[in-house]
């Protein structure tokens, strides 16, 4: 795990500078930060084993939804037994930046990996960008890891739009609600494109008090508007 002190942007630098805290006082009366990379973590794309890795549960994962516009297709940050997920409802979608490395096919495909819930058999398949489509995907009742396979050439480097088709819903009962809401799975995380997920794989964390945290192996992304 490479632990960063301090991480801005700085206008004047076309990469980020990471100071030692001890240094940043000094650094600072110099030059005028304009982004501070680790108060905005929420807006970094993880990558891990080569693919893009999608907290469900984050306050983060509501830009990969149009923050439900023109109409929500999730139910962002629901505890379901402790885990902060998404509900997925039956036709869900996303918007994903991609890199030209997560986003290319090994062996002439493209996996998709979720970790999910279900509530009773059911099945989940994956449209990109209005034309690959996976073969339906078995699920079953309770948490799983799934693979879904897009032929080679769906996804694209830049921006990826993805429709999630689920077969079946259940009734999830969610803190405030009066009711139960209909949903079809409660996803914890997603990864497009990389390598596996390791079976014991859990998220990693990217805060450790003020300082930014980037997994072993791994990397994070920022998309600014300079």
């Known amino acids: ?22 240094s940043f006082a000094e650094e600072a009366a110099e030059r005028h930060a304009v982004f501070d990379l680790h108060a905005n973590r929420s807006l970094a794309h993880l990558e891990q084993r080569g693919g893009l890795v999608i907290a ?15 109409s929500p297709t999730w139910r962002p940050r629901v505890a379901v037994d402790g885990i902060k997920t ?14 030209a490395g997560q986003a290319a096919a ?25 034309k690959g489509a996976s073969a339906a995907v078995a699920l079953k009742p309770g948490w799983q890891v799934v693979e ?22 259940g009734n999830w009962m969610v803190p405030g609600s009066p009711a139960p809401v209909r949903a079809a799975a409660a996803v914890d995380w997603l990864q497009v494109g990389g390598s596996a997920p390791p079976a014991d794989y ?15 192996g791994g990397a994070l992304y920022y998309y600014l508007a300079l």
Request: aromatic share 6%; net charge positive; glycine share 8%.
């Open 56 to 70: 469900a549960g984050a306050p983060g994962f509501v830009r990969y939804t149009h923050f439900g516009r023109p």
């Open 148 to 169: 879904v396979k897009l032929p080679g050439g769906a996804l694209h480097a830049g921006e990826n739009a993805l429709s999630l088709t689920f077969a079946q819903v």
């Open 202 to 216: 859990a998220l990693p964390k990217l805060s450790d008090g003020d300082k930014l945290q980037i997994p072993s």
């Open 106 to 130: 090994q062996g002439g495909e493209h996996s998709i990996y979720l970790r999910l819930k279900a509530q009773a058999p059911s099945s989940v398949k994956i449209s990109a960008n209005g």
């Open 86 to 99: 998404a509900l997925a409802l039956p036709a869900a979608k996303l918007s994903l930046p991609l890199t």
């Open 1 to 22: 795990m490479k632990t960063l002190a301090r991480c801005f942007l700085f206008a004047s630098l076309a990469a980020p500078l990471c100071l030692p805290v001890a």
